[in-house]
């Protein structure tokens, strides 16, 4: 079992509809939860973070975290051909020391494609 | 204010060279990160640097791969003899703390690219 999994792509919406990514991970210790979206050829950009049960808004994008159930998601509403790109799921937990660094755990993404 | 940069966007290296990857990161920031991404994969962890010190290594291959971050100068990420599966993209982050949350996220740079022919 990877420990991050995400939905398997490409997903494939019409502009204007929702786009939903889902994201399952593993280690119950895992503490705080991460979107990015990725272009191609280009670097990961963070679009969401969430760190408690319930969801987050942000613009059109909302995060999901249910950690009883280890599931994140993320909703894009009003889906643009601009949101066209690679969304990977992260997550972080604690380290040594009890410190919670830049050490993420990535899903294998999934491809979503907006077609007007 | 420039943000995390890595050079060269793009190498090339036959069998059994080596590559290596430079990474400045952004302006205050202390802490850097080095992930790769292979072909049609997510990121994978490879380690974790702040000035003059290795912190967490634990992604890294074993051999042939290492990674410096001196008090002056960039983060160098070195491979020796490079093999075909060393071919990916390689990004750096950077972080202001090594608290990872909230306002201090990683930041990445635009990657480099190495083929290895």
């Known amino acids: 079992q990877k420990e991050v999994e995400q939905n398997s792509g490409p997903l494939s919406v019409p502009e204007g509809a929702i786009a939903s990514l889902n994201c399952t991970y593993s280690?119950?210790?895992?503490?705080?939860f991460f979107w990015y979206r990725q272009y191609s050829g280009k670097s990961p950009e963070l679009i969401m973070s969430i760190y408690s049960n319930g969801d987050k808004e942000d613009g059109r994008f909302t995060a999901q975290l249910n950690k009883a159930s280890q599931y994140v998601s993320l909703l894009i509403r009003d889906s643009q051909p601009s949101d066209s790109a690679t969304y990977l799921c992260?997550?972080?937990?604690?380290?040594?020391?009890?410190?919670?660094?830049?050490?993420?755990?990535f899903g294998q993404g999934t491809i979503l494609t907006v077609h007007p | 204010n420039a943000g995390v940069m890595q050079n060269p966007r793009h190498l090339v290296r036959r069998r059994g060279q080596e590559a290596r990857l430079r990474c400045s990161p952004m302006k205050g920031h202390s802490h850097v990160y080095w992930y790769r991404q292979l072909p049609e994969e997510g990121l994978k962890f490879m380690v974790y640097?702040?000035?003059?010190?290795?912190?967490?290594e634990s992604g890294m291959p074993k051999e042939r791969f290492s990674a410096e971050f001196p008090k002056e100068g960039p983060s160098i990420l070195r491979i020796q003899q490079v093999v075909r599966g060393d071919s990916a993209a390689y990004f750096c982050?950077?972080?202001?703390?090594?608290?990872?949350?909230?306002?201090?996220?990683?930041?990445f740079g635009a990657g480099s690219r190495l083929t290895v022919l």
């Open positions: 640097l702040q000035k003059e010190n290795i912190i967490d």
């Open positions: 982050a950077s972080s202001k703390t090594g608290v990872h949350s909230g306002a201090n996220v990683l930041t």
């Open positions: 992260a997550v972080n937990r604690k380290y040594g020391g009890g410190t919670s660094y830049g050490k993420l755990t």
């Open positions: 280690d119950r210790g895992s503490q705080s």
